[in-house]
């Protein structure tokens, strides 16, 4: 009998990675464990429901531990959210790169990149959409998750703004526009099953920010007959306020 001997590393060589142990164990690579385990949670929370569905299900259906769950997802509604954390990411990562861009430009050029990851994949998106309705507790961290993207938005416009009369508070404000005329754009294209023109809903939205807070012409594409919003906020307004009436009014012009 030939006695199979492995090969011992060499100090300081780095262990094989999951993507290259996948890859040599056949021809056709695997997909990332993370992406495994969100698929398996997802089905199961089609099939089962949410509150129905736990976390040894999820781990039966991906063929895993309990450990590889955790090592990935910290909840049951991580798993929901599997996308954002990389979106994040790349939304700071071009707010860094933005240099001396229009700032308020720069955010909403950035809040594209939010939908084209909804956009990237149609059907999951409508899916989860209605997941989320169904689940208050789902909704809620998909709140927490949007507050994220609204930081990160206001973070950068305060680096512009910084010494600015009211640079912070116009910073908060315009993020939550930004965010507030986003999401609308969202759910409008949500509630079509995914159907219509992610990109020019959210940019039709967006334009509304632009005009808002910078005054500047609408972005091509749009016709000299388009009506232009324009809204007066007292100083020292509450936010919420600020953003509510943004929303109404991004409302009031789909209806």
Not at 131 to 158: I, K, M, N, Q
């Amino acid at each position: 009998m030939t006695e199979v001997r492995r090969r011992r590393k060499p100090a300081g060589e780095a262990p094989e990675s999951e993507a290259s142990q996948d890859a040599s164990a056949g021809d056709v690579p695997k997909a990332p464990m993370r992406e495994v385990l969100a698929e398996s949670a997802f089905a199961l929370f089609l099939e089962r429901g949410f509150e129905r569905t736990t976390v040894d299900d999820i781990v039966a259906r991906a063929g895993v531990g309990r450990r590889s769950f955790f090592r990935y997802f910290p909840s049951k509604e991580d798993a929901v959210f599997p996308d954002h954390d990389r979106c994040l990411a790349d939304m700071t990562a071009f707010l860094e790169a933005a240099g001396d861009a229009e700032p308020v430009g720069a955010v909403c050029d950035a809040a594209h990149l939010v939908m084209r990851m909804y956009a990237a994949k149609p059907e999951f998106s409508v899916q989860r959409y209605r997941l989320t309705r169904e689940v208050p507790g789902l909704r809620t961290y998909e709140l927490s998750v949007v507050r994220r993207y609204e930081r990160t938005l206001a973070a950068y416009l305060r680096t512009r703004w910084n010494g600015a009369p009211d640079g912070a508070l116009r910073a908060e404000v315009v993020a939550a526009a930004v965010v507030a005329a986003h999401n609308n754009a969202l759910r409008t294209w949500l509630r079509t099953g995914g159907e219509s023109d992610a990109d020019a809903a959210v940019e039709h939205a967006l334009a509304t920010v632009r005009e808002v807070w910078t005054g500047g012409r609408a972005p091509a594409g749009e016709t000299d007959g388009d009506e232009v919003i324009v809204m007066v906020a007292r100083k020292g307004a509450p936010l919420w306020r600020v953003v509510q009436q943004v929303e109404s009014a991004l409302t009031d012009e789909r209806d």
